[in-house]
């Protein structure tokens, strides 16, 4: 799909590829040698789950719109992983109900939740949630081997990234690092939450989806007309949030 949008343009700058992305994170404990979790030094993040969605230019100016990407990932083998919550899972409802059953049965919050954090009576609990969580059908679906980190590179590597925050460029290093796959650097990265001030001045909050919601009436008609195309719904839904947060940085862009 072709889309010709001057924001865009603007935002791209001189790059001709953007790569918008976001992830929802399997947290891991032991953090030496890996980037930490700000405000949690002894733990790390690596995907669990990614969306987005690839924009290219084309010959004549505009932006090809390349289908968006959902993609699920194992937990690092021989880490200590936490409990997965269903607020921050692409599951089934069926499955959520579930795993709110066993975050109710924690003595700590489901991030802080480790084999090495909690009692031995309760690491049943966990590892029957991770279990459940792996199983759901909307995850093994969508699943994908590590080797598909190196796809993701190929484009990552050769684009514009725009994010929100920097935990979803970290857990990229973190799960290269423990595979052995090369990190190479994106071209340049578009982090939306330098605008956080501005957001809490003008929408009386910087979360992401508070964000969206504040600055949609006074999109532009070009902007607008990608809600139509770009998956949007659900928030913590990657692909979701990788759609806002383009969003947002298509409006910051027209302040500017």
Known sequence: MKIVNPLIDKLAGN???????????????????FIPIDKAPNEFFTPREIGGFLLTKTADGGWTYKKD??????????????????????VTPKTAKELDVYQSLLTTDWHKS????????????????????????NIRNFHKPNSWYKT????????????????????????????????????????????NPQSHRNC???K?????????????????????????????NPMADAAMTFIVALYIKSTQ
């Open 114 to 137: 480790y084999l090495q954090t909690l009692p031995n009576a309760l690491h049943n609990v966990l590892l029957a949630g991770i279990v459940t969580y792996l199983d759901d059908e």
């Open 15 to 33: 790059h001709n590829k953007i790569l918008v992305f976001d992830c929802e994170f399997w947290h891991v404990f032991g953090s030496h040698g």
């Open 208 to 236: 992401l989806e508070g964000t969206y919601n504040c600055i949609l009436p006074k999109l532009d008609t070009e902007t607008q007309s990608l809600i139509k195309i770009l998956p949007l719904g659900k928030a913590h």
């Open 204 to 206: 009386g909050t910087a």
């Open 152 to 195: 993701l590179l190929e484009h990552f590597s050769d684009s514009l990234v725009v994010v929100k925050g920097t935990s979803d460029l970290d857990a990229i290093q973190n799960v290269c690092k423990l595979n052995g796959i090369q990190y190479v650097p994106p071209k340049n990265i578009y982090d939306v939450a330098f605008w």
């Open 69 to 90: 990407f959902f993609v699920t990932l194992d937990p690092p083998k021989k880490k200590d992983v936490s409990f997965v919550s269903s607020q921050f899972a692409t």
